[in-house]
């Protein structure tokens, strides 16, 4: 419902065109290796591929392209999270009513937009500091061990992850073992912990 509420917006615009829906970060990949597209709206909170990480591959895929994350999530860390992926702009949801069609534009036009109810001071402090420090240790995980991750922190064990992977059970330990050697946590439920904290999960999922 959502969504379409969101589709209604856009359309009443005489210069913005849907050009395709997906439900997860992975059926976007997918489509921007086979689409011309100006910009994405991602939701952080989304299956199979969150929209931090899909922010991210979006812009190996297509560097020049546009994100926008649009979320309930009012944290400033997720801020920080979604700027160093390569966001372009971060809206709250309760906004887009009214904001939507002016983050769009500013975004497109190659400006920065965050959520008025965000902290300008704290906005500015994560735009400078976003594309620094990219030698965090989660920035060292591959994208099937940042896959895992998630799976580890919902709860799978490495036979669920090997099975849901179609991989074999040996190297869903060997992706285990990597992810705790790089970002040095060695207990599942650290990990999971960890993972929530940067976004990359949650509670709900």
């Not at 992975?26 to 929209?51: A, H, T, W």
């Not at 534009?105 to 994560?126: C, M, P, W």
Request: cysteine-free.
């Amino acid at each position: 419902m959502f969504r379409q509420g969101i589709k209604r917006i856009i359309e009443e615009s005489d210069n913005l065109k849907i050009v395709g829906e997906v439900g997860d970060g992975l059926e976007l990949l997918e489509f921007l290796k086979n689409r011309s597209v100006d910009m994405v709206i991602l939701d952080i909170s989304m299956p199979n591929m969150r929209g931090i990480e899909a922010t991210r591959e979006a812009k190996v895929i297509r560097p020049d392209i546009k994100v926008l994350i649009l979320t309930i999530h009012k944290n400033t860390e997720y801020v920080q999270h979604a700027v160093k992926a390569g966001a372009d702009g971060y809206m709250i949801k309760e906004e887009s009513d009214t904001e939507l069609l002016t983050a769009i534009n500013k975004v497109l036009q190659g400006d920065r937009y965050i959520s008025h109810t965000l902290s300008l001071e704290l906005a500015d402090n994560f735009l400078r500091k976003g594309r620094k420090d990219s030698k965090h240790p989660f920035d060292r995980l591959t994208t099937r061990e940042r896959e895992i991750l998630k799976l580890i922190a919902e709860g799978k064990s490495s036979k669920g992850i090997a099975e849901l992977l179609f991989i074999s059970p040996r190297t869903a330990e060997h992706h285990r073992a990597n992810i705790r050697k790089k970002l040095n946590i060695q207990s599942t439920a650290a990990l999971t912990k960890y993972a929530i904290r940067k976004g990359y999960t949650s509670i709900n999922d």
